[in-house]
């Protein structure tokens, strides 16, 4: 029983640690015309699923990576849909003239050089990705 | 003869083309190449394209020569929009298509908006916009983003398509958050219906004797729809009203024709509801279709009619590998509610089952396979027309369905 009872609590910290990490790797980054410090996760999926076109009463628009492991899992932790399903959703929005597409860039690089030239830009890179030029918000 | 043989060769080479394009253009990251700027402005681009080929046992359908196998079943679509400023945005979308006598390569205005965002929970657009009835109307023609290769009849009729599809006027809209609780979504909407002169109501007329001209109209109407309430499920209802005039005419002797007027008020109400969790749609809608009329042929009073047509669905879709989907709806449509639904005239029962496999991102292909009972009224206009069936109609229509599209 002990053992049970050991093994549960090692498990439970060992997730308890995966899911910080995970949320840890990924780096929200705003152009510096964003205001606000820090955005709810409700705010992130808002922005992405391009319900909200404004946070802390700035104007912004939502810059994607076109793939990788940090574009999965922020659409995972944050968006709450798979590749193909926002993808599909994206294309529903733009086909009946009810949103454009979101800029994507292929590498984080790129995300990075666009946010931090462009007004209003939201990305995601991994914590680790040197981001010169703009600002990271902590996610509530 | 020779132009037969003609038309079938450009048929088969646009084909070709457009094969060897997705085949060619669906491997590639395509997103590089939808966006220009002019003056400082991005302006993206987009479009689509679909081909398909039906194949049925007896019945032909949707006016097609299914029985042989068809694949005068072709669509497509580019739109241009861009973003003026923080708020306001325009754009356009032609939209051409070809299935069977419907359409005939006669490309459409799809919409074209200017959309001014104020708030979240305020915004408005003008112009020719997609009306929004149930879960997909407004999306019926991108076959790209539904698992099924022919969405569900008794809710999306091809042949009707540009009865509900979009309308000329203006929308108010906005999604007003509700914490915990989910968000709801409007859209209030007023202008002037859509006309097809080349789709199944005056197509089908003909069959009837009636010769209709044009069919002007207003629309009004709204959505409301509550998002997860539940995480993943939508639920919602539409409502739309159309009061319009048919102008036609009818021949009432070997060498006589009269105009024939028909007024009508079309009132539809749909409820609906979707639940995403994992890898599982489940859609399910309900429509009821109410239409109060009084005629006049040439000076003569021709009396009124009334009839109140029902359909509903459910569906399933379910995604077991990265590009692989399968689903399967049941679909049913009455066209007199308040008669017995037994005979074949009082019902089209629809049953598929279906595979979506995603070649690319952007490039799919569909294997779809139907087993309809039943055809309707002739004054149903659901997909069997007397034109393509002279011998009469068979009760049951088994019919196979292959389409690939292409987007960008």
Redesign the interface.
Known sequence: MKHIQFFLAVTAVAIFALSNLQAADIKVIANSSVGASSISADELKDVFLLTTSSVGGAHVEPVLAKGGVTHEAFLKQYVGKTESALSTYYRSLVFTGKASMPKSFASENEVAEYVAKTKGAIGYVSAGAAASGVKTLDVK | MNSKVSRMGRMVLGLTVIVCGAVKLGAQ?I?NY?NFTVDGKTI?F?G?ASEGFAYSNDNNYLTMNTSQGSFAMTDG?V?V???LT??F?V???IYDRNIGELGKWHPTLD???A?Y?FR?WFGI?AGK??TVLGLFN??QD?E??HTFAILPQSMYPLDLRASTIAHTGGDVYG?IKLKKRG?LSYTGYAGWKSYDKYGGYVYGGAAVGINVTSMPGRQFGGDLRWNNLV?GLLFGASVMLSPETVNASTQVAPTVTYPYTIWWNDNTVAFYTEY?VGNLILDGEYRRETVGAASMVGPINNGGFYWDERGWYVSAAY?VA?RLELGTYESRYYPMWDQSHTPPTNHIYDTVAAAKV?LT?HWDLKIEEHFMDGYGLPYSFRGFYPQENPDGLKPKTDMLVIRTGW?F
């Open positions: 990251d997103s939808t993206q987009h689509f679509g739109n929009s861009t973003q923080d708020n945005r754009g356009a979308q919409w074209a908006v959309d965002k979240d657009r916009v997609k407004d999306t991108m790209f983003l999604t968000d995480k995403k995604r990265k995603e991102d987007n």
